[in-house]
């Protein structure tokens, strides 16, 4: 990971415009920073996507028309809050199935692991640590069919084409018929939107500021954190929040791994993420581009959220 990190952040702070990737924002910390964006009022997100996993997993089920067994892998599995239901949903009925956690943490995955374990006694659990698509390989060769599971709103962090590339790569590793659980954030009341991404607690520009901090740790730079601020604006035309980070000042910041010596000039941006809200119309689209069928969009009571089933 280190080297792609090195690589990303020194493209991403000697770039004309400079970004850094939010994929980054998970080492151990980072993670632990969005269980506390996951637990603010503000973060409708998480509730929404809860209630539909809660009160609609037996749709779900339905919806699947799977023969018995089949496996359910669940891509950036974090601490497996929302899955949870339909997993014990799924238990509880004696369906016959394996769940294949992947994430990138190996302490989110080690958490999850043992609360299923002592919550859901006979679940089957074959947790992964690393990269999707590596892991993704092996459900190829599985006899049985998969389910998998993209929560939580991910693929709105991609700009289209990279969103298309990356949902045509699920494809890929897909076999006919196996489908995709995937998590979308509906286009709404912009304030709404505007509060959960640009809290009044600080949560989002700590969760930012945290990736300097692993520069820091990782890349032995000495960003003053302190000198840095954090700003979101979300485009209700366009769907997309985007999200930064400010320099407070003209400043010179070494990053002793790379070499190199990043100047910022006063309020220069630096962009870190981007989450995308859809139309139900754009997720048809979107589906479609990327070679799926989309089979049925399940919805929490307020309309504010989808996790919409896809088939190969």
């Known amino acids: 990971m280190t080297d792609t990190f090195a690589k990303d952040v ?64 669940e891509l950036g599995a974090g601490d497996g809050f929302k899955t949870f239901k339909l997993l014990e949903n799924l238990v509880n009925n ?11 943490s190996q302490e989110a995955m080690d958490i ?7 919550r859901l006694l006979d679940l089957n659990i074959k947790p992964q640590v690393g990269d999707y698509f590596e892991i993704l390989k092996v459900n190829r060769e599985s006899v049985y069919p998969s389910l998998l599971l993209f929560l939580g ?41 505007h509060n959960a991404y640009y ?7 700590r969760f930012n500021l945290n990736l300097l901090l692993r520069i820091n740790r990782e890349l032995d730079a ?12 979300y485009n209700p035309d366009n769907g997309e929040v985007k999200s930064y980070i400010v320099s ?33 119309q754009d997720i048809k689209l979107l589906a479609e581009e990327a ?5 049925h969009n399940f919805l929490d009571c307020k309309h504010f959220f989808t996790d919409s089933l896809w088939e190969k």
């Open 222 to 233: 000495d960003f003053k954190v302190d000198d840095f601020d954090f700003y979101c604006h």
């Open 199 to 205: 809290d009044k607690h600080g949560i989002t520009k």
């Open 10 to 73: 020194l493209a991403g702070l000697t770039a004309e415009n400079k970004h850094l990737s939010s994929k980054y924002f998970y080492d151990d910390n980072g993670s632990r920073i969005f269980q506390e964006i996951m637990n603010m009022p503000e973060y409708y997100l998480t509730d929404a996507e809860f209630e539909i996993l809660s009160m609609q997993s037996k749709q779900i089920i339905e919806a699947l028309k799977f023969s018995q067994p089949f496996n359910i892998i």
């Open 248 to 280: 407070l000042r003209e400043q010179k910041v070494n990053i002793k791994k790379l070499n190199v010596v990043v100047d910022f000039g006063y309020h220069e941006l630096i962009w870190t993420e981007l989450s995308k809200k859809y139309s139900l």
């Open 112 to 118: 999850l692991t043992k609360r299923l374990k002592e």
């Open 153 to 193: 709103s991910n693929i709105g962090n991609y700009q289209k084409d990279k969103a298309i590339e990356l949902l045509k790569l699920f494809n890929d590793n897909m076999k006919d018929g196996d489908k995709l659980l995937i998590g979308m954030d509906l286009k709404k009341n912009p304030v709404t939107i």
């Open 291 to 295: 070679k799926f069928k989309l089979n």
């Open 94 to 104: 004696k369906i016959d199935f394996k769940y294949v956690p992947i994430d990138i």
